[in-house]
């Protein structure tokens, strides 16, 4: 049982969405164009959580509505410290990524115990539990969220006010995300996480703890999207417990599904695909939503692999050519 990979071809797909993002800003800049700059970033951020969630959901099995919670945690780990006039952005990220951490173990070893329906809900309990935690803390704003007057310092290497290093940034941590997840598929880990998603009992007739590989493997997801909630509070200097609300974590849902579960470059184009899409018929109409859902039911319907699952379709009819 491999894990899914994408054909050779379609890696010239992903190649040239990778040099797209490389190339981007110092062309933005050129054009004066700071939205898609903003734009940009935002993709690069929140497709960091969608392949954490990927990691889990896509190999896993795991299919969890309350994914936001962690990227929701990763924000806070910024807001809250900076409230007190500590930036330190080496602090930030390792309360980000303990705190992720810690969460995903706790919640992690009684949702696991569960499966299916009952996983989905579970994740989705705790996930409000804590959005609900933070709506009532008034202190930090509560259901009015949090400012960031100042982003995280990293002693002088990093400088993330400007907007091309937090960019540069974002894109380095997401390739640094998917080579760690490579490895991770591609190892015995790996293959026992997917051998779980495929045959649960027979992974355990042959020995294997698949409790305990599985809790590893949500415990490593929720520490990426961590890290992604880190940059999301750098890059919108606001921080509101609508981040992790449920809703939050469906539109990662969408990412993974609509790029295509199980491929570790899909939820990339994904998240691309879902933002720009968003931006574009948001511009058009205010019925923008109605237009979004029917397209997204279009290729959950017949779109199956979602965007990957396309491409590798139209490769094949232009190979029997």
């Not at 896993?60 to 509505?65: A, C, K, V």
Request: hydrophobic share 50%; aromatic share 14%; net charge positive.
């Amino acid at each position: 049982m491999k894990p899914s990979a994408p054909r050779r071809v379609s890696w010239g797909v992903y190649g040239t969405l990778f040099l797209f993002l490389l190339a981007a800003p110092p062309v933005l800049v050129w054009a004066d164009q700071p939205f898609y700059m903003d734009l940009l970033t935002r993709v690069l951020i929140l497709s960091i959580a969608a392949s954490s969630l990927n990691l889990i959901l896509g190999y896993g099995g795991m299919i969890s509505l309350g994914h936001a919670a962690f990227v929701g945690l990763g924000a806070y780990s910024v807001a809250i410290p900076s409230y007190y006039g500590i930036y330190s952005g080496y602090l930030h990220l390792g309360i980000a990524i303990a705190a992720c951490v810690l969460f995903a173990l706790v919640t992690g070893a009684i949702c696991l115990r569960t499966r299916g329906v009952y996983f989905i809900m579970i994740t989705l309990a705790f996930a409000q539990m804590l959005y609900f935690t933070f709506v009532s803390l008034e202190e930090y704003g509560a259901d009015d969220g949090l400012l960031i007057y100042q982003r995280s310092e990293f002693s002088g290497l990093l400088n993330l006010e400007n907007p091309g290093v937090l960019y540069y940034l974002a894109m380095g941590v997401l390739a640094g995300c998917l080579g760690l997840m490579n490895r991770l598929i591609h190892s015995r880990f790996g293959r026992v996480i997917v051998g779980i998603r495929h045959n649960e009992p027979r992974m355990q007739s042959l020995g294997y703890n698949t409790y305990r590989y599985k809790l590893a493997c949500y415990a490593i997801s929720g520490a990426m999207a961590g890290i992604s909630g880190f940059l999301l509070g750098n890059f919108t200097y606001f921080i509101s417990p609508e981040m992790m609300d449920w809703t939050r974590s469906g539109e990662l849902i969408f990412m993974v599904v609509l790029g295509g579960t199980g491929v570790l470059l899909a939820p990339v184009a994904g998240t691309a695909v879902f933002l720009l899409l968003e931006e574009i018929l948001s511009a058009f109409t205010v019925y923008w939503h109605l237009l979004f859902g029917g397209f997204l039911i279009a290729i959950v319907l017949f779109g199956r692999g979602g965007l990957h699952g396309l491409v590798e379709k139209l490769e094949r009819r232009n190979h029997s050519r």
